[in-house]
């Protein structure tokens, strides 16, 4: 990695994790996945079943939280145009910006899961899977987020049209990520394959789509 890309990075760790942004993220999806119990009711067998779905959901809308803020910034302040002109790639700056993401929101997501899952009833065993899913599926999600900050960095709410664009894109993620609990080592090789596109090309879109709102 150069000098900039690592300079890059540090400073995208340190943004989102400024101003109390990791515990933004672990108050948000807690109280995300306390919302369900509430809305379901206290039965602890279908919570339980439920649970991997719960926490995924949460997991995509915490990921959601900083999108406005991983693009837009730096496009507006010249700092891609600095970038490309000392012949920096697009897409290894979108990929640096979403590792700098998925530091910044997955290690305090991973550690919410824990308690979430004492709200939904978890058990131990199944913990494990939930919390190797979310190891395996969220650097796809972050890469997915930087793609879809760079997508919408142009327009005006761009946070809510980035819920738009990546809810959608995120569902083969949540599926296997739920269905991790169920359907055991198939279902997280399926959730690996597919945050391994995710983290493969979201990157080049996100830097097409940087290049683009540049010009």
């Known amino acids: 990695m150069t000098a900039p890309l690592a300079v890059l990075l540090w400073r995208g760790v340190r943004r989102g994790y400024a101003g109390g942004g990791a515990t933004l993220v672990v108050v948000f999806f807690l109280l995300a996945a306390t919302l369900f119990p509430f809305a379901i009711g206290p039965d602890a067998l279908l919570l339980a079943r439920i649970g991997g779905g719960v926490v995924w959901a949460a997991a995509l809308l915490a990921a959601l ?46 550690a919410a899961a824990v308690i979430a899952a004492g709200l939904l009833g978890i058990p131990a065993d199944q913990l494990l899977l939930v919390e190797a899913g979310l190891a395996i599926g969220t650097p796809g999600l972050a890469a997915l987020a930087v793609a ?66 540049m010009e």
């Open 148 to 213: 879809t900050a760079a997508l919408t960095a142009s327009l005006r709410s761009a946070g809510a049209v980035a819920g738009l664009v990546m809810l959608p894109l995120a569902v083969p993620l949540l599926i296997f990520g739920a269905g991790a609990l169920s359907g055991g080592a198939s279902a997280l090789k399926l959730l690996a394959a597919v945050s391994l596109v995710l983290v493969a090309g979201a990157p080049f879109v996100a830097g097409a789509a940087i290049r683009a709102a």
């Open 65 to 110: 939280l900083p999108v406005d803020r991983l693009v837009a910034p730096d496009l507006e302040a010249g700092v891609y145009d600095q970038l490309a002109v000392r012949g920096q790639s697009l897409a290894a700056v979108a990929a640096v910006a979403a590792l700098a993401h998925w530091i910044a929101f997955a290690p305090p997501l991973m």
